[in-house]
């Protein structure tokens, strides 16, 4: 089992920041590709950005690219989101996932997930 707490969100102005931190526990943290998603109301969840065990590949969406940097610390068993220059389109529930399978951009490729932690960019 793993579990994935997500933290960070909260209410920013548009051209403004956020980091979304991911505290994992359960398993071999270093062994797993993490990503981010994100779903906004009433649309479905939304791949957002990946990162390789090892941190050493990186993937995101066209969307964010830019934007947004994922990164690790495995020491800490924490995945993190950096998220730069948010508007309107970027508001939604964040989720961590933990992937079992490739690619790393597609929601059924996560066999874990976290509660989601709200993003609100006001415009």
């Known amino acids: 089992q793993v579990q994935l707490v997500e933290s960070g969100g909260g209410l920013v102005q548009a051209g403004g920041s956020l980091r979304l931190s991911c505290a994992a526990s359960?398993?071999?943290?270093?062994?797993?590709?993490m990503g981010w998603f994100r779903q906004a109301p009433g649309k479905e969840r939304k791949f957002v950005s990946a990162?390789?065990?090892?941190?050493?590949?990186?993937y995101y969406a066209d969307n964010v690219k830019g934007r947004f940097t994922i990164s690790r610390d495995n020491a800490k068993n924490t995945v993190y989101l950096q998220m730069n220059s948010l508007n309107a389109e970027d508001t939604a529930v964040y989720y961590c996932?933990?992937?079992?399978?490739?690619?790393?951009?597609?929601?059924?490729?996560?066999?874990?997930w976290g509660q989601g932690t709200q993003v609100t960019v006001s415009s």
């Open positions: 359960g398993r071999t943290f270093s062994s797993g590709t």
């Open positions: 996932g933990a992937a079992r399978s490739w690619p790393p951009t597609a929601v059924g490729s996560y066999a874990y």
């Open positions: 990162i390789t065990g090892s941190g050493s590949s990186t």
